[in-house]
């Protein structure tokens, strides 16, 4: 593929320059700005993040910030997710859907307040959908894009890590929630999250000097544990069944189909966008649902369209993201698979560029 031509509109982010230093090999563009996915090798890059400890710029995972008396309801009208038990301190992972039920995101919702919330996005522009929905229901709520800046610490040896930096207070965070932690004075959000099944921590940094000064501390106090630069793994996503909005998933789906039905909550009193929409598919259930999908044979190349999936010559469902996998031996995938091929064990087959391939359709991913 020709190089990216760099210009405003393909923003950095505060952490570019030690993701050069780091020796990034390659970037992908993600909400209009740059995230890395190579440092040394995906494989090298996988087997190191299961083994060690990495750095993560996930800048690209903006904040939308709801701040005011509606913000809360704001909160609860942009998601199906029940958030009347959430509390302060926790983070909810929360499907975002239109008035047809359509997913238009799947961010992170994090609590810092009743009345203060920030919606950490993955690659849609969110914002003018939020902003829309404000200013069209006269909602009393500033919505904007702040300067906070998601760092992800994540691997095996992440607490160690993250407790030389910013104490043993890091080791008592639960999953999905957060505390607020000071690095050279400045407060910021830590979280026990991250788009990694290994385990990590998400630090939602300020803008300014002090967030190269985090990045850097970080890489000081690591070099006994083999800290390296890093980013999301695609193998390793994949194992783990992780989404990845516009990927696997588009505003043609709703979150049922996804296997996010158990984050939609759509009874009576939730007065949710789309909610009429989710009941018909709750009630109803999906046609078709995303899948675990095993490639067999030869590591395929990157998936950077959908790979329709066969049975019989006939179109079932489609890969969206897939990758040779080094531990279990076999390509891994994630795939959208009609509900008549979704059991456990299906046999089908799937056109990739290189051919037609026999694979097997799974109800769980590899971790
Ligand atoms: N962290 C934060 N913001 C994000 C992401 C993140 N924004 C973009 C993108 N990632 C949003 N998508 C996801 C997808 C999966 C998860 C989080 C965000 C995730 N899922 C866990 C799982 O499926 O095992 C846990 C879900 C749960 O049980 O609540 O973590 O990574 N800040």
Partial sequence: MALLSPSRRLRRTVFSEGVEAAGVKAYTVYNHMLLPTVFRSVQEDYHHLKEAVQVWDVAVERQIELRGPDAGRLMQMLTPRDLRGMQLGQCFYVPIVDETGGMLNDPVAVKLGEDHWWVSIADSDLLFWVKGIANGWRLDVLVDEPDINPLAIQGPKSDDLMAAVFGDAVRNIRFFRYQWLEFEGVPMVVARSGYSKQGGFEIYVPGGPVAMKLWNALFEAGKSMDVHAGCPNLIERIEGGLLSYGNDMTDDNTPHECGLGKFCDTHDALACI??????????????????????????????????????????????????????????????????????????????????????????????
């Fill in 274 to 367: 789309g909610r009429d929409a989710l009941l018909r598919v709750a009630k109803e259930g999906p046609v078709q649902q995303i899948r675990a999908i095993e490639i067999i044979g030869a590591p395929v190349g990157l998936c950077d369209r959908w790979w329709p999936v066969l049975a019989n010559g006939k179109r079932v469902g489609r890969v969206s993201s897939a990758a040779y996998s080094p531990d279990f031996k076999t390509n891994v995938s994630v795939g959208m698979v009609r509900m008549t091929h979704w059991d456990d064990g299906t046999q089908v087959q799937v056109d990739t560029p290189d051919g037609i391939r026999d694979a097997i359709v799974h109800e769980k991913f590899w971790i």
